[in-house]
């Protein structure tokens, strides 16, 4: 079996799509040493320096940015047929829409999740993004996604598609060794308080993070000294999210960083005291999976692919309601019996997301596929 892979919607950025592709390819090129990969790349990312070297992995370049869909929508309208007719792929995936299909092979589209659907910006992104969506669901042959909370929102709009469940995962054979001198270097880096709780995500509106800043105000006001920081780069909502700390006078008490390393994210999960997840919507949430090999106790928004992946063990709050936040992140920070309920269950419930295992479950999508 020969599979094409379109991955000109990667780049160097940190995000939880692109590590998922990194680790979950990763094992599975070593697993199907006898099927043929062909992997796509764009001309602003060199995605072969991803991988090792396998007899059956190769690369093509193309002229195509990771970033600009609308030139490479109309790019590809000349480039994508000639290629896939000399290839003969017998799958073709994509990852991002619009879906460039394959007439000669199957083809498999990956969703992370369809938030300009179910919470676009605007009437008129909506509008859009549900053409283009109902356009790559008659034209794939199925389609992976994330979580079953996110299969069951994709089945809601769609309940005839064919659809398989991939979860993302996290390597925890490849751990960072993270030494007291660099938790100390980092801190002092970041000018961090002894005592933090940690949020991680780009600053958009889903990530809820006002009603976060709301709740640290309801601390504050209760006496409860407790310190956020943010780590995320913007993503649009970064002006209001500073407007809103500052109309409720808690500056001093927020900290918003951007453009940390991966090891340093890796530390800030070892430096803080709890990790506070309150997005109102995700397809799945990597985060959870850092915090839980990081050892670190979490609060978590009582959103249903949050209990999907901690199997309704955590502890949760309404991300609508600021006072349920601020008493879910008092209930655990002044629990030490909690605080270890929840790292324990974490530590065990992370062997259920490693690389290997989810590379298993896309490996079976494929043979079923032969």
Excluded at 99 to 121: A, C, G, V
Excluded at 236 to 261: C, E
Aim: include cysteine; glycine fraction near 4%; proline fraction near 5%.
């Amino acid at each position: 079996m020969k599979i094409g892979i379109n991955a000109t919607c990667y780049d160097d950025r940190p995000t939880g799509a692109t590590q998922r592709f990194k680790g979950v390819y990763r094992e599975l090129f070593k697993r199907l040493r006898n099927t043929e990969f062909v992997v796509f790349e764009p001309h602003d990312c060199n995605i072969s320096a991803w991988f090792d070297n396998y007899e059956n992995l190769s690369f093509r370049p193309t002229p195509f940015s990771s970033r600009r869909r609308t030139r490479k929508l109309l790019r590809g309208l000349s480039f994508w047929p000639n290629i896939l007719r000399r290839e003969r792929c017998d799958v073709f995936e994509a990852f991002n829409l619009p879906l460039i299909s394959s007439p000669k092979s199957r083809t498999l589209l990956t969703i992370q999740d369809i938030r300009y659907i179910s919470h676009p910006r605007s009437s008129l992104e909506g509008y859009i993004s549900r053409l283009v969506l109902d356009r790559a669901v008659a034209k794939c042959d199925l389609i992976i996604t994330v979580s079953f909370s996110m299969r069951d929102e994709i089945l809601a709009l769609y309940p005839t598609v064919p659809i398989s469940v991939v979860h993302n995962g996290v390597d925890i054979d490849c751990v960072q060794v993270i030494s007291s001198a660099d938790l100390s270097t980092v801190r002092h880096s970041y000018n961090l308080p002894n005592d933090f709780v940690l949020s991680v995500g780009h600053l958009e509106p889903r990530k809820n993070y006002r009603n976060l800043v709301t709740a640290i105000a309801r601390l504050r006001e209760s006496r409860r000294d407790v310190h956020l920081v943010i780590v995320g780069n913007d993503h649009g909502d970064l002006p209001a999210v500073q407007r809103h700390i500052h109309s409720l006078g808690v500056a001093l008490d927020i900290t918003i960083l951007n453009g940390l390393s991966d090891f340093e994210v890796s530390c800030m999960y070892r430096l803080c005291r709890l990790f506070v997840f309150p997005s109102s919507y995700e397809g799945f949430g990597i985060p959870i999976l850092e915090a839980m090999l990081a050892r670190c106790p979490m609060v978590l928004s009582d959103i249903a692919v949050f209990k999907e992946i901690t199997q309704g063990r955590g502890a949760y709050f309404k991300h609508d309601e600021p006072d349920s936040i601020a008493a879910a992140i008092d209930g655990v920070i002044t629990s030490n019996g909690e605080c270890e309920r929840l790292v324990q269950y974490g530590i065990e419930r992370v062997k259920d997301f490693t690389f290997v295992k989810v590379s298993r479950v896309l490996e079976e999508v494929y043979r079923s596929l032969a």
